[in-house]
């Protein structure tokens, strides 16, 4: 899996991970009446935990902003991915039909998976796209919930580990665990998962819902 840079104010499903780490380890260091105010059930990264976030970084000789960066997650004792909330995501020439633009959401899902994997991603299809699937089914570009990232703008080959590399990402953003977003982003398929309140669906070599060989399909909507 992987974690999110949190700031204050932020709110995310990692936040009460976070503070029931945090607490534990409050404890350890004797700072109960830190740790007693913060509310280990909200998914808000409220005052109180950022005050105990602060309090800690102190202890640990890190850098005290409040932030959880890194640096901050390490020495809580979780050792995984860390995501930049944006990297750089081009719109290519065509992929969204004029006045029809993808939705906020799915390009900020699309920009988290550029930070992921520390380079560019090519939107190649957005709300350009036929309303229906092959499938008769209402297609997630159509309402601009959808991303296909095809293959040769990104400097990838069909059924290739450039796109395993994409569909990996993803899928751990999704939630999924990294081993078994590795395997499944080599197996390929249609996978849908749930996270912060979005229905993501990910999509790569087959051609279950169209030809998913040349391109990751990733849909993001509410759930």
Excluded at 9 to 17: E, N, Q, S
Excluded at 42 to 47: A, F, Q, V
Aim: proline share 6%.
């Amino acid at each position: 899996m992987s974690v999110p840079i949190l700031r204050p104010g932020d709110t995310d499903d990692a936040v009460p991970r976070m503070k029931r780490v945090l607490v534990r380890e409050l404890l350890k260091l004797g700072l109960r009446p830190v740790a007693e105010p913060v509310d280990v059930e909200s998914k808000t990264y409220g005052s109180a935990a950022v005050n105990a976030v602060e309090k800690f970084q102190a202890r640990k000789h890190l850098q005290v902003d409040g932030i959880v960066g890194q640096d901050t997650w390490r020495a809580l004792g979780i050792d995984e991915p860390v995501v930049e909330e944006v990297g750089r995501v081009i719109i290519a020439p065509d992929a969204n039909k004029a006045g029809q633009q993808i939705q906020p959401m799915t390009l900020k899902y699309v920009e988290r998976m550029a930070a992921f994997l520390h380079r560019p991603i090519t939107i190649t299809t957005g709300t350009n796209h036929n309303k229906l699937t092959v499938n008769g089914n209402v297609s997630d570009h159509f309402s601009g919930h959808a991303a296909d990232i095809g293959m040769a703008a990104n400097g990838g080959t069909p059924d290739g580990p450039v796109g395993d590399r994409i569909m990996e990402a993803a899928l751990v953003l999704a939630g999924v665990p990294a081993a078994t977003a590795r395997a499944e982003a080599q197996a390929g398929g249609l996978f849908n998962n749930t996270r912060n309140n979005m229905r993501i669906q990910c999509i790569w070599k087959t051609n279950v819902g169209g030809n998913h060989h040349d391109h990751v399909h990733v849909g993001v909507r509410p759930a």
